[in-house]
């Protein structure tokens, strides 16, 4: 089954510092991969995915994700945080199961707080 | 467009009483997905419809819930009867087509409790 992982709870990082926020992934053929961002008490918006192609996603708000086939991860990037970044994030996977039909996968989310 | 459409945004009830969800898609998107977050469980699909058709409702916890979707723009989800441990946030979404490049477009969700 796929699936993706999350490693943690929470990142936290000072304004204008670079950010990382980990995903790491397991599938079985190619892996279609996205990132959503979750601020409080909205729904859950798309911000990029990866299909196939450059392994640099851009995606809204000057987030990009680096997809790295070797160790299976999609993490999300940003050069320079800003406290408006201070959400939950997921990373998602896409699973095909029966009559073709595909469905996306969650990881468990990762806090995201920027410190002014 | 005015994206995908919850009501209602909150719902305090007791316990033993139906609760109904209401969804309204994006003007022509045709796959449909329910979705509960908490923070125990996280986020969980409880069912998907693509053109109407329930395709996976292997994530409904059990006989008390039920979803459906009477026409292509509109969705229900009932609980019945509820119960203090269904109290979360349901989502519902939307997206264009059924394929492997369909991103989900999210409602706000409705926070429901449960006494």
Known sequence: AQSVAQPEDQVNVAEGNPLTVKCTYSVSGNPYLFWYVQYPNRGLQFLLKYITGDNLVKGSYGFEAEFNKSQTSFHLKKPSALVSDSALYFCAVRDIFRGGYNKLIFGAGTRLAVHP | ?115
């Open chain 2, 1 to 115: 467009d005015a994206g995908v459409i919850q009501s209602p945004r909150h719902e305090v009830t007791e316990m033993g009483q139906e609760v109904t969800l209401r969804c309204k898609l994006i003007s022509g998107h045709n796959s449909l997905f329910w979705y509960r977050q908490t923070m125990m469980r996280g986020l969980e699909l409880l069912i998907y419809f693509n053109n109407n058709v329930p395709i996976d409702d292997s994530g409904m916890p059990e006989d008390r819930f039920s979803a459906k979707m009477p026409n292509a723009s509109f969705s229900t989800l009932k609980i019945q009867p509820s119960e203090p441990r269904d109290s979360a946030v349901y989502f519902c979404a939307s997206s264009s087509r059924e394929g492997a490049y369909n991103e989900q477009f999210f409602g706000p969700g409705t926070r429901l409790t449960v006494l």
